[in-house]
Nanobody
Framework: QVQLVESGGGLVQPRGSLRLSCVAS????????MSWYRQAPGKQRELVAH???????NYADSVKGRFTISRDNAKNTVDLQMNNLKPEDTGAYFC???????????WGQGTQVTVSS
């Protein structure tokens, strides 16, 4: 089992920045990819950014050039630097980890990001 705890959400004005962090604990040696997802009210959860254990990244088109995912395998953390935030970035952000051996996925409890003036 892997436990994920997110932090760093909050209220920010448009064009502002936030940095989200996620710490993994438990069976962390089995973690392969780690990702950030978000879910806006009334919408489905969507992938924001993904990073493999070897550093290969991909991003949702809506955040390319504004968000950066980074990962520290030694510390079992994955961060999401969010710049030039827009109101449409508002939502609950969730950390996700994939188990390399079982294919299981793990979720954090989420952290709220609100972009509003």
């Amino acid at each position: 089992q892997v436990q994920l705890v997110e932090s760093g959400g909050g209220l920010v004005q448009p064009r502002g920045s936030l940095r989200l962090s996620c710490v993994a604990s438990g069976a962390t040696l089995s973690i392969a990819a780690m990702s950030w997802y978000r879910q806006a009210p009334g919408k489905q959860r969507e992938l924001v950014a993904h990073m493999s254990k070897f550093g290969i990244t991909n991003y949702a088109d809506s955040v390319k050039g504004r968000f950066t995912i980074s990962r520290d395998n030694a510390k079992n953390t994955v961060d999401l630097q969010m710049n030039n935030l827009k109101p449409e970035d508002t939502g609950a952000y969730f950390c996700n980890a994939e188990d390399a051996f079982t294919g299981s996925t793990y979720w954090g409890q989420g952290t709220q990001v609100t972009v509003s003036s």
